[in-house]
């Protein structure tokens, strides 16, 4: 009667993360992030669900692993405030090589005001720092359409 404890919290655990597992990502997700503690978080959270992620700690960064990709794109996910170069300047200078990727900022800043009218224009979402786990993957899936891995079995 005790060994069909452990098995129920297994069975209950593997319930819920199945539930989990219906929005696990297909997709690659280019993530820039100036704090290194905060990309590796995010990172972390987007590789956990299923995400292809690349890591760049500035704008410049970026566009030299947009133009080493071969591959394809489907989001930029970025903060707005960087140096040399914010968040919407880097993703109209990327929607040149990559119209089609799609582009999700982040702000801890209330900088979202600033750039709000670049925002709206973009057709771009603003996340405000700090972003739950839940929160981020809901919103990526959200902007990424309801493509998902097949759960593994």
Do not use: W
């Not at 299923?50 to 970025?78: K, N, R, W």
């Not at 300047?89 to 009218?117: C, D, I, W």
């Amino acid at each position: 009667m005790v060994d069909s404890v452990p098995e129920r919290i297994v069975d209950a655990a593997r319930s819920h993360s199945g539930h989990r597992e219906k929005s696990r990502g297909v997709e690659t997700i280019l993530v820039v992030e100036d704090d290194r503690s905060v990309l590796a978080v995010v990172c972390a959270i987007l590789r956990k669900h299923g995400y292809e992620v690349l890591e760049a700690l500035s704008g410049a960064a970026a566009i030299t692993m947009c133009e080493q990709h071969p591959e394809f794109i489907d989001l930029l996910l970025s903060d707005i405030v960087l140096a040399r170069m914010n968040g919407p300047q880097l993703a109209a200078r990327l929607a040149t090589s990559r119209p089609e990727m799609k582009v999700l900022y982040m702000s801890g800043h209330g900088a979202g005001s600033m750039f709000a009218a670049a925002i709206q224009a973009s057709g771009a979402r603003l996340l405000q720092k700090p972003i739950t786990s839940d929160v981020l993957v809901r919103h990526v899936r959200e902007l990424l359409g309801a493509q998902s891995k097949p759960e593994a079995t």
